[in-house]
């Protein structure tokens, strides 16, 4: 098995072998999961830290439950009722709990580079739980591992990524594992949703759904990220969905065995239509939030496995 990496930061860290090889794990975890009796031991007599400085439905609870079905100690530090509320620092945060041994630590951040910095001050394994605009690599690699299992492979593919692009991490991580695995990509948003500078990614883009979705055959739906917005960006909710919301007329453009998929939380009737996001023989909605246990579950096994090597190699005095 190839991964590398220390701590698991962003996609852009890592090499396309990585990927398959946290792909390929989490199908063993599918599998699992899919049993009464969810539990294996990868992660016995270690301590999951998860520290959430934003909300999150998915992300918190996979990782959570990713933890316990491998055997670690969770912790959920809860923010709202933390010393952060007192004026403590990220940064003397993560010390404090560093102090405590933990093994893995999970961080969710509103600031981009936030988690970066923080991994650079512990000396655990480090997962990024999405940082503002910046990544959210587990989010990219569970949008991959159901790409995979709906199409039967992850290369040579046109996906489309619509809407919000200018302030989503998960668009920023997904454009670069699927440019990395060889697919092409379409960024569709009005141009006050598109980022500058994106272009050199690779991506294709454009203001037209109709034009963008032209034989897609992933659909990715992105929902407005209000809380990132410092003004107005679209002229009214009724207006973006009339030019931009995912509906069955727009979705005919792409083949006609497009999977539509989208991260969550949803706004239904603003960037989707919610007939087609119930949709089971077109949404895939519900298999992303069912791969993200699996992959976190992957991601936190083969980050154990590098520490457990460091750790190792460390105690018998040889340099890793
Ligand atoms: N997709 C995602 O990150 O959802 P949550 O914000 O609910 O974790």
């Not at 560093?98 to 000396?123: E, Q």
């Not at 989707?272 to 069912?290: L, T, Y």
């Amino acid at each position: 098995m190839t991964f590398r990496a220390r701590h698991l930061l962003g996609i852009e860290h890592l090499a396309p072998e990585e990927i398959r090889t946290v792909l390929d794990l989490a199908e063993k975890y599918v599998d699992l999961n899919r049993r009464t009796v969810k539990q294996a031991d990868a992660l016995a007599g270690l301590t999951q830290i998860n520290m959430f400085f934003e909300n999150s439905t998915r992300t918190q609870a996979s990782f959570e439950l990713a933890g316990k079905r491998l055997g670690a100690d969770v912790m959920n530090m809860s923010v709202a009722h933390s010393s952060v509320k007192k004026g403590e620092t990220l940064i003397d945060t993560a010390m404090t709990l560093n102090a405590m041994h933990p093994d893995l630590l999970v961080v969710r951040h509103p600031s981009s580079g936030a988690v970066n910095l923080l991994a650079s001050k512990v000396n655990c394994a480090v997962l990024n739980a999405g940082d503002g605009r910046h990544e959210h690599p587990t989010q990219a690699l569970l949008d991959a591992l159901t790409i995979r299992r709906a199409k039967g492979r992850i290369q040579r593919l046109t996906v489309a990524i619509c809407g919000d692009i200018a302030h989503s991490r998960v668009a920023r991580s997904n454009l670069i594992l699927l440019g990395k695995m060889e697919n092409r990509v379409r960024l569709i948003a009005p141009p006050t949703l598109m980022p500058s500078g994106v272009a050199e990614f690779g991506c294709e883009l454009y203001d037209d759904m109709r034009e963008g979705l032209k034989d897609a055959d992933v659909v990715m739906m992105l929902r407005l990220q209000k809380e990132r917005m410092d003004g107005g960006f679209i002229p009214s909710e009724r207006e973006y969905y009339h030019r931009f919301g995912l509906d069955a007329e727009k979705l005919s453009f792409a083949k006609e065995d497009a999977i539509v998929m989208h991260p969550g939380p949803m706004n239904r009737g603003v960037e989707i239509d919610g007939e087609i996001a119930d949709d089971i023989n077109r949404s895939v909605i519900q298999e992303q939030v069912e791969m993200g246990v699996a992959v976190r579950m992957a991601c936190m096994d083969l980050l154990a496995r590098n520490l457990r090597a460091e750790r190792g190699a460390k105690a018998a005095g040889v340099m890793v």
